[in-house]
Each structure stands twice: as C-alpha cells, then as structure tokens.
C-alpha cells in the first residue's frame, strides 16, 4: 500500500501485492476497468474463487460516473461485508475519489492490469447486474437494456483518456495512459468470437488499424466508446470495413445533439454533428449503432433535459443515459436521485 495526493485528496491505496491468495473480485464498472482486473485473475487464476465467504479478500470494482453508480457500489460493498465479515478492496475509477467518504471496512485498491494477456476465463471476475436494468435478466440480445457487449470479448487495447470534457474524472481515475501495439494481439483476436476493442477512448491509430487486420484476416470487429473526433477521421476506413460485412457494432457516446450544451460540456459540436451523419450511412450498411447521452445537465442555473428520443431513434439502435452529476457525492441526495431515475 501507499500514500498518494491526487486532485480529489490524499488516502492509501492498497496494491496488488497487498491481496491474499484467495481472492473473489466482482466488477459493477464498465467494460474497461472489468477487463483489467480479468486480464490479473487470467494471469493468475489459481487466485481466484468463485464464492466470497472462500475468499481470503473480496474485491469489487466500482464506477463513479454518477452518484447513482457510486451509491451502487457502497450497496454492494456493504452487502459482501456483511456476508463474509471481511474487509473489502474497493478498486475501479472510484478507489481514486478521495473526496468520497468510504465505511471503515473499505480499503482502496489501485488500478491492476497485466499486458498481453488471453482472457481464456471471463468467469474469474465476476460481473454485476446493472443496476440501471430493475428487472435485468442475462440474455442474448445484444440490444436489450443492459446488455451492449456484455458477451462479447473485450480485446483490451489500452486505457486512460487526454479528453477534457467538463462533466468527467476519467483523466484523473484510470491511471497512466497505454495504448497496446495492434499486431501484437491479432492472435488473441483470431482465438475469439464476437471481440470488441476496448480502451476508454480508442484511437484513431489504433481504429484504422484494426480496421485494416479485420479487413485481411476477413473476421467481423465492433469497437465501443469511440470519441466523435475519433470516429470521423476514420470514416473511408470504417465504411469499407461495413461495405465487407464486417463491422458488427459501432459505439461512439455523443453525449448531445444540443449545440449549447456540447458547448457547455467543452465538446465539439462540428465533431458530433459530422459523426451523426457517419452513423446514419453506417447504419445504412447494416451497422448496429449505439451512443451515451447526458440528461438533465445543469450549467449557470439552466437545465438541459436532453431527452429527445426521436433523433435518438433515428440515429441508433441502442442508447444509454446518465443523468448529469457533478461530482459532489451526497449519500442523501444519492439516495433521492436513485428513486427518482431508477425506481
């Protein structure tokens, strides 16, 4: 473990090396911060138990892109303590908010990855229900609520984000920024169905170039989370890759088709505009579509609800919604805001 100062405080952060040999990990963070952790238990998977009160440490990854998210991930860390009467790590983007108060049997645990590692075992790090989903139930369908990608194979192609979008914490959570070299992992992509390119904001780079290796080893891709900015400048790259059937989904988070508010955001709107009508000829092509957007967003008193469901629709065939959170975790507001966008 160590001391560290960061822009939210200073706390411990316990490292890997500080965990026991039996470990039970579950993950209620996103696709990235899920795949890092597997990519540690496919390394050692002797390490890993599939039932909590057989562990010697519980592990959960958690997610602080909303309060909703952060009140999640305290309701499970509460409930697998109160289980197993063991401590808990607490590690994903939420180990680094200092500023949020966590229970005395929480510890924070730093970001743990392994590099260049075959994800043979999906199963060692358990994977949560979303909690956005009441009554989600594991399915098939890739576009019911909930379930974009979750079967799919995440190929982690690196992690961290240089965006400077006002709304969030990426830059300060995920730890260093590593982009994997693409030819290095064409077997790993090959070995697997239904592989999804996962970092927390792709590349140009790295998108032409597996557009290029999906082209010649004629074996479908999808790739998620790509920024607007990122998306258009592989537009001749990603369309060709369509016109072969070989582009599966498409997942670019525009966050709002309101120019004031990408504005209010620090967002491009001459970027999102231009990706919109990139989507629309890829959906043309048989491209399934997917985004984020943020609602109720406040800036300088004015609120911005952002629900417009018809463009939404138009433009794709799966979306998801955070409502705008600004950073300032309150367990009672939390607890309103779950009933009010969940209940």
Same mark, same amino acid.
């Given at each position: 473990?160590?001391?560290?100062?960061?822009?939210?405080?200073?706390?411990?952060? +316990?490292?890997?090396?500080?965990?026991?040999?039996?470990?039970?990990?579950?993950?209620?963070? $996103?696709?990235?911060?899920?795949?890092?952790?597997?990519?540690?238990?496919?390394?050692?998977?002797?390490?890993?138990?599939?039932?909590?009160? =057989?562990?010697?440490?519980?592990?959960?990854?958690?997610?602080?892109?909303? =309060?909703?998210?952060? @009140?999640?991930?305290?309701?499970?860390?509460?409930?697998?303590?109160?289980?197993?009467?063991?401590?808990? +790590?607490?590690?994903?983007?939420?180990?680094?908010?200092?500023?949020?108060?966590?229970?005395?049997?929480?510890?924070?645990?730093?970001?743990?990855?392994?590099?260049?590692?075959?994800?043979?075992?999906?199963?060692?790090?358990?994977?949560?229900?979303?909690?956005?989903?009441?009554?989600?139930?594991?399915?098939?369908?890739?576009?019911?609520?909930?379930? @974009?990608?979750?079967?799919?194979?995440?190929?982690?192609?690196?992690?961290?984000?240089?965006?400077? $979008?006002?709304? $969030?914490?990426?830059?300060?959570?995920?730890?260093?920024?590593?982009?994997?070299?693409?030819?290095?992992?064409?077997?790993?992509?090959?070995?697997?169905?239904?592989?999804?390119?996962?970092?927390?904001?792709?590349?140009?780079?790295?998108?032409?170039?597996?557009?290029?290796?999906?082209?010649?080893?004629?074996?479908?891709?999808?790739?998620?989370?790509?920024?607007?900015?990122? @998306?258009?400048?592989?537009?001749?790259? @990603?369309?060709?890759?369509?016109?072969?059937?070989?582009?599966?989904?498409?997942?670019?988070?525009?966050?709002?088709?309101?120019?004031?508010?990408?504005?209010?955001?620090?967002?491009?709107?001459?970027?999102?505009?231009?990706?919109?009508?990139?989507?629309?000829?890829?959906?043309?092509?048989?491209?399934?579509?997917?985004?984020?957007?943020?609602?109720?967003?406040?800036?300088?008193?004015?609120?911005?609800?952002?629900?417009?469901?018809?463009?939404?629709?138009?433009?794709?065939?799966?979306?998801?919604?955070?409502?705008?959170?600004?950073?300032?975790?309150?367990?009672?507001?939390?607890?309103?805001?779950?009933?009010?966008?969940?209940?």
């Amino acid at each position: 473990m160590k001391n560290i100062k960061n822009i939210f405080g200073e706390g411990v952060l +316990y490292e890997k090396e500080d965990l026991g040999n039996r470990i039970y990990a579950t993950s209620a963070a $996103c696709m990235s911060v899920w795949s890092d952790m597997l990519s540690f238990a496919n390394k050692y998977p002797e390490k890993f138990v599939d039932n909590p009160m =057989d562990a010697d440490d519980v592990v959960i990854l958690g997610c602080q892109v909303t =309060d909703l998210a952060v @009140l999640n991930d305290l309701e499970i860390a509460r409930k697998l303590h109160d289980m197993t009467f063991k401590d808990v +790590y607490l590690g994903g983007c939420i180990a680094q908010r200092m500023d949020i108060s966590l229970p005395n049997y929480v510890r924070r645990l730093n970001v743990i990855r392994e590099y260049n590692i075959d994800l043979v075992n999906r199963n060692l790090v358990h994977y949560e229900k979303p909690f956005w989903v009441p009554d989600f139930k594991e399915e098939e369908d890739n576009l019911k609520d909930g379930h @974009l990608f979750r079967n799919f194979y995440p190929l982690k192609i690196g992690a961290g984000c240089h965006g400077k $979008c006002k709304y $969030c914490t990426i830059v300060h959570t995920r730890g260093g920024y590593y982009e994997e070299v693409p030819e290095k992992q064409i077997n790993e992509f090959l070995n697997h169905e239904n592989v999804v390119l996962i970092s927390d904001s792709p590349t140009p780079s790295q998108i032409k170039a597996w557009c290029k290796i999906a082209r010649e080893t004629n074996k479908d891709i999808s790739i998620r989370n790509v920024e607007p900015q990122n @998306l258009i400048q592989c537009r001749n790259e @990603l369309l060709e890759l369509a016109d072969n059937g070989l582009l599966k989904i498409v997942h670019c988070p525009v966050q709002s088709f309101d120019e004031d508010l990408l504005k209010a955001m620090n967002r491009s709107v001459v970027a999102t505009n231009q990706v919109i009508q990139l989507i629309r000829e890829l959906r043309k092509k048989g491209v399934v579509t997917a985004t984020n957007i943020i609602i109720d967003y406040e800036v300088n008193d004015k609120l911005y609800e952002n629900h417009d469901k018809e463009k939404l629709n138009e433009f794709f065939d799966y979306y998801s919604w955070n409502p705008y959170f600004d950073g300032n975790f309150n367990m009672e507001r939390a607890k309103e805001r779950f009933k009010k966008y969940i209940k």
